[in-house]
């Protein structure tokens, strides 16, 4: 268990934004006597968990949605469709990203262009795999 201090240091994250987190029902918390605030181990995953989805440009309502299915036995209909609704949304972004990249290395030469391939290939297939299992 780790007092909001230790925690902030361990993961780099104020306590001012942890304190946030846990306000908005992102992060739990076990009170002492003494009122301080106690976080269980998982509570570092789930910050890392907070800053990816903010990478991807996730709200934090969208990442609460997220934890709450990531956690949850049972699956909420309302919130994976949020989900979906999300990934579609993504994936159509990526898709832009992607055509926009492709059309610039159209100007590198074939040695460029192949090394640039070859550092996109294994997380292309590893994505292209999961979309199809997505896609059905």
Known sequence: MYRIGELSKLSEVSKRTIDY?????????DRSRN??????????????????????KMTLHEIKDRMILLKSNQVDQSVLEKQV????????HLHNELHEVLQAMDTLGDEDRNRMLKQVSPQALALFQTLMVFSG
């Not at 987190?21 to 918390?29: E, F, V």
């Not at 301080?36 to 910050?47: G, K, M, T, W």
């Open 85 to 92: 609704k999300h990934i579609r949304n993504e994936m159509k």
């Open 21 to 29: 987190y846990t306000k908005m029902g992102l992060l739990k918390c």
């Open 35 to 56: 009122n301080y605030r106690y976080y269980h181990e998982e509570a570092l995953a789930d910050l890392k968990l907070i800053e990816q989805c903010q990478q991807m």
